[in-house]
């Protein structure tokens, strides 16, 4: 059972940076795709980033070009490099990892970690 482990949230003000990192317990190579999710209160979790195993990647429209998502195969971590923050990216941020093979799909979550932007 993959394990993911969130950490580098914290509390920072409008126009900061934070770089989050999601350790794998196991080799991310193997995963089709790696990505954050973000939850702010009261809102349905959304899609932040993803990285596929072929290295291609995609934003949401509200963080591209402040945002970026990258990955150390050697290293088993995925990184989001936030910038530019602003209060609308005070949320809990998730790690999630996908495998997918003939006949089955595998989802796994990180427990989460928060980021709050304020003055």
């Known amino acids: 059972q993959l394990q993911l482990v969130e950490s580098g949230g914290g509390l920072v003000q409008p126009g900061g940076s934070l770089r989050l990192s999601c350790a794998a317990s196991?080799?991310?190579?193997?995963?089709?795709?790696m990505s954050w999710y973000r939850q702010a209160p009261g809102n349905q979790r959304e899609l932040v980033a993803t990285?596929?195993?072929?290295?291609?990647?995609n934003y949401a429209d509200s963080v591209k070009g402040r945002f970026a998502i990258s990955k150390d195969n050697a290293k088993n971590t995925v990184y989001l490099q936030m910038n530019s923050l602003n209060p609308e990216d005070t949320a809990v941020y998730y790690c999630?990892?996908?495998?997918?093979?003939?006949?089955?799909?595998?989802?796994?979550w990180g427990q989460g970690t928060q980021v709050t932007v304020s003055s």
């Open positions: 990285v596929t195993a072929a290295r291609m990647k």
């Open positions: 999630y990892a996908k495998r997918v093979a003939v006949g089955y799909k595998r989802e796994f």
């Open positions: 196991e080799d991310i190579a193997r995963m089709n795709v």
